[in-house]
């Protein structure tokens, strides 16, 4: 078993005014050589977007663009003709393949919006842009793992990414175990909320835990957590 702890203080950080924001990953001017990336996942950020701001018409090409709100509502508009309106509870992907402009901002005039923006590098390359959102309820993640984002082909649960990629989440009061879907693949362990072990690994709130050569993960928790987890290929 090989392992990897980012300790949230631990961060990159952006605060521009309208967004604040912090980086598990390198990402825009902040730049860590030993934080480029944990195998496909790219981009791990905790966006913070006051209210009625947000993140002007831009493109991306080739990349797996994931969007998961914590609190708020985000509105997302792209080139493939596609408007939603996102909260809490609903997981967005977008597959930019070959090319697709989009742009998101705080759909509240006054409070803020929270989210995180998530990037997953591609199996394939150049594909035809998708788009797809779901509601995931909570329910069905309580001492449980609910899978919300699997590879295209698979018979699992979620939205479908381009990338032998599983996510899930799980609100924890005691113990579970999470098996890989594919033994070759690492799990990147991102704490929402609350305090969890994780292979003997004590984490807290937005601390990050990649784990890799291992096929099963134990988690534990003596109060609460809600644990995002991210099974990604290492190599590709």
Same mark, same amino acid.
């Given at each position: ?86 909260? !809490? ?5 977008? @597959?930019? #393949?070959?090319? *697709?402009?989009?742009? &998101? ?5 006054? %409070? ?64 579970? !175990? ?5 033994? @070759?693949? #690492?799990?990147? *362990?991102?704490?929402? &909320? ?5 292979? %003997? ?36």
């Amino acid at each position: 078993m090989k392992t990897i702890y980012h300790a949230s203080d631990s961060r990159g950080k952006a605060n521009h005014g309208w967004l604040n924001s912090f980086h598990t990953f390198s990402f825009a001017n902040y730049y860590d050589p030993e934080r480029v990336n944990f195998g496909a996942l790219r981009v791990l950020n905790d966006d913070t977007v006051s209210g009625g701001m947000g993140f002007g018409k831009h493109p991306h090409d080739n990349m797996e663009i994931v969007s998961i709100p914590l609190d708020g509502a985000l509105e997302h508009q792209d080139s493939m003709g596609n408007k939603a309106i996102i909260k !809490k509870g609903e997981v967005q992907l977008m @597959s930019a #393949g070959t090319g *697709v402009t989009h742009s &998101e901002k705080n759909f509240d005039l006054k %409070n803020t919006v929270k989210f995180l923006q998530i990037w997953i590098m591609p199996e394939k390359r150049n594909i035809q842009p998708r788009y797809e959102q779901e509601v995931f309820e909570a329910e069905g993640r309580k001492n449980a793992i609910q899978t919300v984002i699997s590879p295209i082909g698979s018979n699992d649960g979620g939205l479908k990414i381009n990338q032998k990629a599983w996510f899930s989440l799980v609100d924890l009061s005691g113990e579970i !175990k999470y098996d890989l879907k594919d033994k @070759s693949n #690492g799990v990147y *362990v991102f704490v929402l &909320e609350g305090d969890v072990e994780v292979e %003997n690994q004590k984490l807290n709130r937005r601390d990050g835990f990649g784990v890799w050569e291992i096929g099963t993960l134990n988690l534990k928790t003596d109060t609460s957590a809600e644990i995002l987890l991210m099974e990604v290929p290492m190599k590709f």
